[in-house]
């Protein structure tokens, strides 16, 4: 089948999955718009940047990033995703949302091929852009670490595929959804066949969807007989399943790897129910173990600290930097909840743990402030409202001071 073949093809596939398409696109956009000039594509591109809830620009704290393509329709939906999920699911992350409006085709497919009705195959100059010239622009304005991941749909699940192939080291994590890897004949496919007998992809991590929309014409196929199709009407859900079917049959080489389907979802569906689990699935080794301890009277401080220090050593292995383990507030509220039992060697450890990793935190000072009124320790407790006030200046914190001091007289 010829590429104008593939085009008509393409056009049946986005009117069976219009109503999809639509309603991404009907999204108000979100995000500070920005932009900047790239020599290597010789043009000017710009991108969105949404910062996560609670961002505070005075605190110095950075964040890991997300860099989703298509941004102008899926920055919104990923937004959305993080602030339902992040914490306990997911981190915190300052997405970038790229704008492929125009030239899409141009800059996410990587090969060129003819005849076609636009151009086509730029997707290592794209890429070559994004490596030199976005990341390190984000990288010196904005407040981000290194450790980025990065999300397409369609075409840009074919980009972020072939960018995972071919220059592994810009991100860790990989989420494609429902990616066309049917272009160029499964090039996709035959590359990695080709790149994984030397290659190793230890330490990265890639999630796969899949729409219901296995065959153009017909709704009932399903994920048993479409391999048993030949048709060029099965051609793209083939080569979704074909991939996966690879990479699972190759699991020495250290990807860590995920595949869904999703039965009842269109082509233009598919990336909400994709980017809510693909994120989980991409960051399970993220998601909370064993908090229920925390509200288990019975649990030692010395058990609660192992598990703290557990979780902190395991997430700065994956981030390669410290980050707190927990939430400041979840810390913070730990204390107070174990001061309320009576439990007062545990609330000083908590409050402690959130000096730790706050240590810019005035509130956490203050905490431990309370700690020392309730063991009548007025001395340590006008030290800690004093650290506190050194932080964040404040008529509170200075009434709290003058208070103590009189008591201590």
């Known amino acids: ?16 999955s219009i109503m999809g398409e639509v309603k991404a696109q009907s ?53 959305v995703t993080q602030n339902f999920y992040s914490g306990g699911f997911v981190p915190d992350m300052i997405l970038i949302g790229v704008s492929n409006h125009q030239n899409r085709t141009r800059d996410l497919t990587p090969s060129i091929v003819e005849p076609s009705w636009e151009p086509n195959g730029g997707a290592t100059n794209f890429l070559e852009f994004i490596a030199q010239e976005l990341i390190p622009y984000v990288e010196k304005m904005y407040p981000v670490t290194g450790y980025r991941s990065l999300i397409g749909h369609s075409y840009g699940g074919l980009f972020a ?41 230890e330490g990265k991590s890639l999630y ?4 219901g929309q296995l065959h153009m014409q017909k709704p009932e196929m399903t994920l048993e007989s479409v391999m048993q199709d030949d048709s060029d009407l099965t051609l793209f859900a083939r080569s979704n399943i074909a991939f996966s079917e690879f990479l699972r049959a190759n699991p020495d080489k250290g990807l860590d790897y995920d595949w869904e389907f999703f039965p009842k979802d269109l082509h233009g ?31 030692t401080p010395e058990n609660l600290l192992e598990l703290i220090n557990y979780r902190a050593n395991k997430l700065e292995a994956h981030f390669g930097y410290q980050v707190p383990p927990y939430p400041e507030d979840l810390m913070n509220m730990s204390g107070y909840m174990s001061m309320d039992r009576g439990q007062m060697e545990k609330a000083k450890m908590f409050f402690e743990q959130g000096i730790q990793y706050f ?6 000072y203050d905490s431990m402030a309370d700690y020392f009124i309730a063991e009548n320790d007025l001395v340590s407790a006008l030290d800690f409202v004093k650290k506190a006030n050194e932080i964040s200046a404040s008529e509170y914190y200075q009434e709290r001071i003058e208070e103590l001091e009189r008591k201590i007289k």
């Open 161 to 201: 595929i072939n960018t995972l192939l071919h220059r592994p080291e810009l991100f860790e994590n990989y989420l494609a959804i429902d990616p066309s890897l049917d272009w160029d004949d499964q090039l996709m496919l035959k590359q990695a066949k080709q790149l994984f007998s030397k290659e190793s992809l």
């Open 1 to 16: 089948m010829n590429y104008l073949d593939q085009k008509t093809l393409l056009c049946l596939f986005v009117l069976l």
């Open 27 to 79: 999204f108000s956009q979100i995000g500070i718009k920005d932009s900047v000039y790239s020599k290597v594509l010789d043009e000017s591109r710009v991108f969105y940047v949404q910062f996560p809830e609670g961002f505070d620009p005075e605190s110095g704290k950075k964040y890991p990033t997300a860099y989703i393509l298509d941004g102008e329709n899926l920055l919104p939906a990923l937004s």
């Open 269 to 299: 569906t598919v990336p909400l129910p994709s980017l809510r689990n693909g994120l989980i699935s991409l960051f399970d080794w993220f998601q909370m173990e064993r908090v229920e301890l925390f509200n288990i009277p019975e649990t």
């Open 359 to 364: 240590p810019k935190s005035a509130n956490m």
């Open 208 to 211: 796969v969807s899949l729409s």
